[in-house]
């Protein structure tokens, strides 16, 4: 998914973007840590989403890519519907997801599906990171 990531490349710090686009190791991490979901369309993967549960009914989502050629067709939305059903389904009634200010696009994605900024702000490799909330 690094190509969903590379115009935003130059706006990212060194450690920003490595630890946003995956190599094989940081993938297998993610895999084992989390629930991960990928949007295919004739066996490519155009799409992918991960989420956990937290505890307490909290889930957590990250590393939400769609393939350039595939967004604004519905599929992010597909993939956003589906974590938050598994997360749902694994006892969380609240999600929460962090972007970082280069994103807006996402940002506006998120806030059109009903996510709202909740006031946390932390460091993400010397970039500022946004938290959002959303009860599901």
Known sequence: MQSAFAPYKDLYTPA???DT???RATLKTRMQQMHV????LDD??????????????????RGMA????????GVAK????AIEHWLKRNG???VTLDTTLPLDRAMKFYEKNGYKRSGRITDFFGMTL????KSI
């Open 37 to 40: 979901l990928v949007a295919t």
């Open 66 to 73: 769609v393939l350039p050629s595939h967004q604004s067709t």
């Open 21 to 23: 686009v995956l190599d």
């Open 78 to 81: 597909e993939l956003l519907g």
């Open 44 to 61: 490519e993967v155009i799409g992918t989403i991960a989420g956990t549960s937290c505890g307490d009914g909290e889930g957590h989502l």
């Open 92 to 94: 969380c009634n609240r």
């Open 16 to 18: 920003g973007f490595a």
């Open 130 to 133: 946004i938290e959002y909330a």
